[in-house]
């Protein structure tokens, strides 16, 4: 089963504009990742936010977590044809322990 | 410091055939994860190894499907008879098991059943 749901399912930009992509979850979590796959490659990790956080930031990217309606945004800023994969939230559930995987956000950006 | 090591790359075979994908995990990395990714999805947790013992297998389907990590390090994913449905990327990605610590994955090993 899926923990998270991610929204938009794909988004397509211009070179230098802002990416949004939410993620919502359904149970309490430990903390939530963010993780970026191009094309026929593995997930690397961007960024890990902990429950008692709500906002994070690395580079270009912020994140955002609101527990109270289970949801967190990632923001690219200033965005480059580079960024072009899709991306997942990951929740480490507090109940189980395991990383659930949402569905994703494909993300084009053109030059 | 090397990533995790996945073959084959690609496999494709036809159903009701077996096959065997390998993973090297980071040097040190206590547990190690296999994941099933079908077109389109995120990936879905199959097995997680702490060290050698098992942590978790309860979305893995045992009727067709082993793994087994020897000596705590690398790992092997057995499918037995393949189904069409078995047609994914098989991800396998390891992690040193404490704290927050992320996970690194492998480039996978994308399976075609026909």
């Known amino acids: 089963s899926q923990q998270g749901e991610e929204d938009p399912q794909a988004l397509s930009i211009q070179e230098g504009e802002n990416a949004t992509m939410n993620c919502s979850y359904k149970?309490?979590?430990?903390?939530l990742q963010w993780y970026r796959q191009n094309s026929g490659r593995g997930l690397v990790h961007l960024i890990l936010i902990r429950s008692n956080e709500r906002e994070k930031h690395s580079g270009r990217l912020r994140v955002t977590l609101d527990t109270s309606k289970k949801s967190s945004s990632l923001l690219i800023t200033a965005s480059r044809a580079a960024d072009t994969a899709s991306y997942f939230c990951?929740?480490?559930?507090?109940?189980?322990?395991?990383?659930?995987f949402g569905t994703g956000t494909r993300l084009q950006v053109f030059p | 410091e090397a990533g995790v090591a996945q073959s084959p790359r690609y496999k494709i075979i036809e159903k009701r055939q077996s096959v065997a994908f390998w993973c090297n995990p980071i040097?040190?990395?206590?547990?190690l994860y296999w994941y099933q990714q079908i077109l389109g999805q995120g990936p879905k947790l199959l097995i997680q190894?702490?060290?050698?013992?098992?942590?978790?297998d309860s979305q893995l389907p045992k009727d067709r499907f082993s793994a087994e990590r020897l000596k705590g390090v690398d790992s092997t994913l057995k499918i037995q008879p393949a189904k069409l449905e078995d047609s994914a990327v098989y991800l396998c990605a390891s992690s040193p098991g404490y704290g927050d610590s992320p996970l690194h994955f492998g480039n996978g090993t994308r399976l075609t059943v026909t």
């Open positions: 040097s040190g990395h206590a547990t």
């Open positions: 190894f702490q060290n050698n013992g098992v942590v978790d």
């Open positions: 990951a929740t480490d559930a507090r109940d189980t322990d395991k990383l659930i």
């Open positions: 149970t309490s979590i430990n903390n």
